[in-house]
């Protein structure tokens, strides 16, 4: 079946370095979508990507989406200790109604 | 305030006592949906629901039922938990199928 993988699965930084997670799709996607999920919390909304090639930022988060919108990716510049957290992206299966999420990437963040 | 709430927040249960996790949105959202999240895993979908009396199975349906009966609530039921079950649940709604989750704060279900 539609399978969304992430990687890596998890990811240690220096506060101050940059991060990316990656999301790959086995079939094409209509649109992706990032959460993130803080340590014992639940996963919040970040953003949505639409067309092929798309690429959007938010302050230090940048987000593209694959010009074959099969793949995606997020990559934060400069990371801080707020930024710990899992992300996952999302995205519709292929015909139906469902949504399916990759597993997530951990971000661990070390003052 | 905008928001999905579930109850109860953590639970403790035996092998085959029914039970029922709830979830209620006040967005007038039409799409609802329960996932699992377990480690490793991700948020795998158990059901969703596109309106009222429309559900259908996600991607880990089996030893779950739900129900919409109103446009607001969408109930999870475990008929006969198994420690197979011990997970932590989200419910989330949307707008539809490609609008962006709003996720519930989450059920932590333990079941021995």
């Known amino acids: 079946g539609q399978q969304v993988m992430q990687i890596p699965q998890y990811q240690h930084v220096q506060e101050g370095e940059d991060f990316t997670t990656y999301c790959n799709s086995s079939t094409t996607l209509s649109n992706i979508q990032w959460y993130k999920q803080r340590p014992g919390g639940h996963p919040v909304f970040l953003i949505q990507l639409v067309k092929s090639g798309e690429v959007k930022k938010q302050k230090r988060l940048t987000f593209q989406f694959g010009e074959a919108k099969k793949n995606s990716s997020l990559h934060i510049t400069a990371t801080q200790t707020t930024d710990v957290g899992t992300y996952f992206c999302a995205g519709p299966n292929t015909g139906g109604f469902k949504t399916i999420f990759g597993a997530g990437t951990r971000l661990f963040v070390k003052a | 305030e905008a928001q999905v709430t579930q109850n109860p927040r953590y639970l403790i249960t035996v092998t085959g006592k029914k039970l029922t996790v709830t979830c209620s949105q006040n967005?007038?959202?039409?799409?609802m949906s329960w996932y699992r999240q377990d480690p490793g895993l991700g948020l795998r979908q158990i059901y969703y629901s596109m309106n009222v009396e429309v559900t259908d199975k996600g991607d880990v349906p089996e030893g779950y039922k739900v129900s919409r009966k109103e446009k607001r609530n969408f109930p999870l039921i475990l008929e006969s938990p198994s420690p197979n079950q011990t997970s932590l649940y989200f419910c989330a709604s949307s707008l539809g199928r490609n609008s962006p989750l709003h996720f519930g704060n989450g059920t932590r279900l333990t079941v021995t």
């Open positions: 967005m007038n959202h039409e799409y």
